[in-house]
């Protein structure tokens, strides 16, 4: 099932720290302190607060502020956010392929006239996944009003402290709960999916960057669900890391929590700064081992597939070729 994974793995032997460090040192830089910096941006207008300006006048510059600022941080997220994003997967493509990996080439996506291409391709892939993301919520509504609709009269059975149906009822609301939280649970699947189908795609833009955007999205299709490459295997090992991130999160918080509560307590302020500190640190480093290992096997994946639809093409036209000139065994 981690296949994949171990072929990333043994394929950038060697270069798994130059690619986390570059990558985290990426996202510090490009994609962290410049959205700190609109996030700031957004407080400049309480600082008329220490002038003769009125209250009204403040907020109507807080609420036209806070619209320029979220346009700018609309701004970042097309024309660099993602771009970066993209430099981020270049590392991970150089390192499976045996290249030196170097801080430089995450910003090649910005020269030789493929910046235009990628922008392009960016605001596609943005507009497919707020797409999906309307079919699949309206889904999910609807099997969660499905589930609720019946427990509207348990509810009633409830308020009732004499009905002898009250025991029934609770347990069916029990159920119907559990049944609600299991299919939310089932539809950010569809979600998985969607995401390695756009790795992909901007997997083909890195391997490929100069042929038509339609073409990437249409290679991503075909590698995901046409190639050799098993995405059942690719699919099933990325829902096992996300289950296993939420459960290891999970028992984190717990745990510091606990220990915050009852082994510190409220009197120590700096100690529970300290370990809400190490919590904090924990969870990032689970999260980037986590979706190190995902984008990793996702990389490796394309590669397998891609070379798998090569090889079924050479054979179709192999093929075509044996029939449009049938060798003559009699001579």
């Excluded at 510090?28 to 700031?40: E, K, N, T």
């Excluded at 996702?298 to 036209?317: C, P």
């Amino acid at each position: 099932m981690f296949e994949y994974l171990r072929l990333y793995k043994e394929r950038a032997a060697g270069q798994h720290g130059r690619v986390i460090g570059f990558s985290i040192l990426q996202i510090i830089l490009c994609m962290i302190i410049p959205s700190l910096v609109i996030f700031a941006l957004m407080f400049l207008p309480l600082l008329l607060t220490f002038t003769d300006a009125s209250e009204a006048t403040v907020g109507v510059s807080m609420i036209i502020w806070s619209l320029v600022a979220m346009l700018l941080y609309i701004g970042l997220m097309i024309f660099v956010i993602y771009p970066i994003m993209a430099g981020i997967l270049r590392y991970f493509a150089f390192a499976y392929n045996g290249e030196t990996v170097s801080f430089s080439q995450a910003y090649d996506v910005f020269k030789n006239g493929n910046y235009s291409k990628l922008i392009k391709l960016t605001l596609l892939s943005i507009l497919f996944y707020f797409v999906i993301s309307l079919v699949i919520g309206f889904i999910v509504n609807i099997l969660v009003t499905i589930i609720i609709l019946p427990i509207a009269p348990l509810g009633m059975l409830i308020e009732n402290p004499d009905s002898a149906m009250q025991g029934v009822s609770i347990v069916m609301m029990i159920f119907l709960v559990i049944l609600a939280i299991i299919i939310s649970i089932l539809a950010y699947i569809p979600y998985i999916i969607l995401f390695i189908y756009l790795s992909l795609v901007f997997m083909v833009y890195i391997d490929e960057p100069r042929i038509p955007t339609m073409d990437k999205f249409k290679i991503a299709w075909n590698i995901a669900f046409k190639s050799r490459a098993s995405m059942v295997k690719l699919f099933f090992s990325n829902l096992l890391y996300y289950i296993g991130m939420i459960i290891l999160i999970f028992v984190i918080i717990i745990g510091f929590s606990l220990l915050a509560a009852f082994a510190v307590g409220g009197e120590q302020p700096f100690i529970m700064f300290i370990l809400m500190f190490l919590m904090f640190i924990i969870l990032i480093a689970l999260s980037v081992w986590i979706y190190y290992r995902i984008v990793g096997s996702i990389v490796a994946y394309y590669f397998v597939g891609r070379a798998s639809l090569d090889e079924m093409e050479d054979q179709r036209a192999e093929s075509t070729l044996v029939k449009d000139n049938p060798t003559d065994d009699l001579e």
